[in-house]
């Protein structure tokens, strides 16, 4: 079992950037699944950017400004977000999966002010 903690969330104006970082307290070396998920207040929670099998897929709403990049040395995720929209307010979730084996940080919230 592996446990996600996200950090790097906060308040920024629009057009600005913010890096997110999810440690993890293990390997995610094996995890096929790697990714960055988001909820709006009042909205479905959304895909991001994810990793799987090697290949990078992120939202049309966020292609060009965000970045998912993983350090496995660190057992650490991170999210580049640049070009930030007031649209991009909400709480961020960091994941990991492999097979049945899927795991959640609590997430970080994310204020862009305009």
């Known amino acids: 079992q592996v446990q996600l903690v996200e950090s790097g969330g906060g308040l920024v104006q629009a057009g600005g950037s913010l890096r997110l970082s999810c440690a993890a307290s293990?390997?995610?070396?094996?995890?096929?699944?790697v990714g960055w998920h988001r909820q709006a207040p009042g909205k479905l929670r959304e895909l991001v950017v994810v990793?799987?099998?090697?290949?990078?897929n992120d939202a049309d709403s966020v292609k060009g400004r965000f970045t998912i990049f993983v350090d496995n040395a660190k057992n650490t995720v991170y999210l580049q977000m640049n070009s930030l929209k007031p649209e991009d307010t909400a709480a961020y979730y960091c994941?990991?999966?492999?097979?049945?084996?899927?795991?959640w940080g609590p997430g970080t919230p994310v204020t862009v002010s305009s």
């Open positions: 990793i799987t099998n090697g290949i990078t």
């Open positions: 994941r990991v999966c492999r097979f049945v084996n899927d795991y």
């Open positions: 293990g390997s995610i070396s094996h995890f096929n699944v």
